[in-house]
């Protein structure tokens, strides 16, 4: 009973803004953070207080669209902009999802083996999907995103860690204060995936589709909020969420390099390396914990990768898309999903490093990203679809100057 109650006030005191936050910090960005802090920590603290406005901001545009208009952000570009833009985004976005996916698989697969050896890879991410899809088709989404708010949470152990370890806070704090910028091509390809992992293109969709169910559900139960407290609602929302994702992002940057320098340890070749990190906390228990982490930041960033692929498609073609629907009501819908988490096993029959393939994906996310969010200040700023709620300057400013660093860092990687 207990526990159901908890479940009942985490649903209520967070909302979407805090599961988009949590699902930041998938396999993928772990991975990709951890191997920042291995490279050299000192040269990457300083993104966590950069990317937190640039991501709050973004994802503020998209939650405002959404409310403004009922609609996801799919549904805004077919009806609002050329159709070039609607299958240039959506193309990419298919594509960039299900890898995610197969990288956030093929980790929980990895981490999954330290315990099961003797089964290979590729049949554990199987096994792991078919878990999943009989989470989403069993369970309803208001059921089940209790459940992975609080799921989260595991993901402080990295900042247990940081209080446990010997840390030099001065140096942590200038570094963090003060950018030490490596004019080469391995420091901006880090830079790159940090901020393609942080402002990932899919949340972008998942965000908007969720506030709309938001608003559906609160019709449906008579409780109709005005727009503008509902966009004030989502802009706390969102914040706090993006706030527990960057904060993570630092502490996992940090222990991780820590740790890894005093094992004289600067790359990042598998996972049993990052089991190090989890050391000094759990002990002989690190592995399990590891497990535990991966498999959290998997269960929540798998149902909204596939949810934000599902989303995308069923808006295009004006099918029933929602996860308050149960399945018969929205087949297409979830048959989507479950092609997404099927289809990105196939990617792992390739065997590709786990690490690789994760940290690949944030690198995907940051060359695509800047284009996604050009189409988003389009439409943030055309009066005719958002009225009163149309971009400011800080808006336009911040998320301006977001397309302008993703361009240049993508440039420096290139």
């Not at 089964?119 to 878990?131: F, G, K, T, V």
Request: proline residues 4%.
């Amino acid at each position: 009973m207990a526990i159901k109650e908890t479940l009942k006030k985490i649903n209520k005191e967070f909302g979407v803004g805090w599961i988009t936050g949590a699902a930041d910090d998938d396999p993928s960005g772990i991975a990709t953070y951890s191997i920042a802090g291995a490279a050299g920590y000192q040269a990457f603290l300083w993104l966590s207080w950069l990317t937190l406005p640039l991501m709050y901001f973004i994802q503020e545009i998209c939650a405002r669209i959404a409310l403004v208009n009922n609609k996801g952000l799919t549904g805004v570009i077919k009806e609002k902009l050329h159709p070039t833009f609607l299958f240039l985004v959506a193309g990419a976005m298919f594509f960039a999802v299900t890898f995610n996916i197969a990288a956030d698989l093929s980790g929980m697969a990895a981490t999954l083996q330290f315990f099961l050896p003797f089964i290979p890879a590729w049949l554990l991410s199987i096994l792991i999907s078919l878990i999943i899809i009989l989470i989403i088709l069993l369970f309803s989404y208001q059921k089940f995103s209790g459940i992975l708010k609080t799921i989260t949470l595991i993901m402080l152990s990295y900042v247990a860690v940081a209080f446990i370890i010997k840390i030099n806070w001065p140096s942590v704090i200038y570094s963090a204060v003060w950018p030490k910028i490596k004019f080469d091509h391995n420091f901006f390809s880090v830079v790159t995936a940090i901020i393609g992992t942080t402002i990932s293109p899919y949340l972008f969709f998942w965000q908007a589709d969720e506030e709309v169910e938001e608003i559906d559900e609160q019709k449906r139960q008579r409780q109709e909020i005005p727009i503008r407290s509902e966009i004030k609602n989502a802009r706390t929302d969102t914040f706090l969420g993006m706030f527990f994702s960057n904060l993570l992002m630092f502490f996992i940057i940090l222990t991780t390099g820590v740790i890894l320098s005093g094992h004289g340890q600067n790359q990042i070749q598998s996972l049993n390396q990052l089991v190090l990190v989890l050391k000094p906390l759990a002990g002989n228990f690190s592995y399990l914990l590891f497990t535990l982490g991966i498999f959290a930041s998997g269960l929540v960033a798998i149902p909204v990768l596939a949810g934000a692929n599902a989303y995308i498609v069923s808006e295009i073609f004006n099918l029933p898309a929602s996860l308050n629907k149960k399945v018969f009501e929205a087949i297409p819908f979830y048959a989507l999903i479950v092609v997404s988490i099927l289809f990105a096993n196939l990617i792992n029959l390739f065997n590709i490093s786990p690490i690789k393939l994760l940290f690949d994906t944030a690198l995907l996310y940051g060359l695509i990203a800047p284009f996604l969010i050009l189409v988003l200040l389009k439409i943030a700023n055309d009066k005719k679809i958002m009225a009163e709620y149309k971009n400011n300057w800080l808006s336009n400013s911040i998320a301006g100057l977001t397309v302008i660093l993703m361009f240049i860092t993508i440039f420096l990687t290139l």
